[in-house]
Each structure stands twice: as C-alpha cells, then as structure tokens.
Nanobody, 119 residues
Framework: QVQIVESGGGLVQPGGSLRLSCAAS????????IGWYRQAPGKQRELVAY???????KYADSVKGRFAISRDNAKNTAYLQMNSLKPEDTAVYYC?????????????WGQGTQVTVSS
C-alpha cells in the first residue's frame, strides 16, 4: 500500500508559477512511476506528466516547455514545477504512483490539490 498526499496548489495569476509536491509513504517509493494528472470542471482527467523509476519523463503537449516533473527518492517525494501558468491550467491536480509487473498493475492516487489561474 502507498499513501499519496499532494500539496502546493493555490491561486496564481496568469504567467505565475507554482510547485506541486507529491509525498508518498508506505512502500518503496523509488520503484514507482509517478504521474501528475489534472481534471478541470466538466472535463475528463488527463495526464500532465510522468517520471519513471529510472528518471525518464514525458509531458502532455499542452505543458511542454512550461512544466517540469522531478523526483527525490530520498524524500519519497515527486514535484511538478509549473511555470508560465495559463487560465486553462486551472484544474484539480492529482498524483498517481504506479507499479506494473508482467501481469499486474498497482496504482495509488492522492486526493488532489486545486490549482486556479486567474487575475
């Protein structure tokens, strides 16, 4: 079992920055792929970025060049640095820890943190 807690959300003006944190406990953090997802009102949840256990990263086209995902395995924490924020980035942001084997997948979600980009 893995417990996930996100933090760092808030209200920011367009063009501003926020850093989200995803703290995990209860298992070996380093083996998990960590993904950040977001869900805006009336829309489906979408992948924003993920980072694998080896440090490989992938980003949604809408955030490339503006967001950066990272992890600190010693602190059991992953981060999402969000720069040049736009109103369309407004959403609840969720962190997911995922571990897959040959025929199984374990995934754990946090409760989400609200990000609002508005002037």
């Amino acid at each position: 079992q893995v417990q996930i807690v996100e933090s760092g959300g808030g209200l920011v003006q367009p063009g501003g920055s926020l850093r989200l944190s995803c703290a995990a406990s209860g298992s070996i953090f380093s083996i998990y792929t960590i993904g950040w997802y977001r869900q805006a009102p009336g829309k489906q949840r979408e992948l924003v970025a993920y980072i694998t256990s080896s440090g490989s990263t992938k980003y949604a086209d809408s955030v490339k060049g503006r967001f950066a995902i990272s992890r600190d395995n010693a602190k059991n924490t992953a981060y999402l640095q969000m720069n040049s924020l736009k109103p369309e980035d407004t959403a609840v942001y969720y962190c997911k820890a995922e571990y897959s084997g040959v025929d199984y997948t374990y995934d754990y979600w946090g409760q989400g943190t609200q990000v609002t980009v508005s002037s």
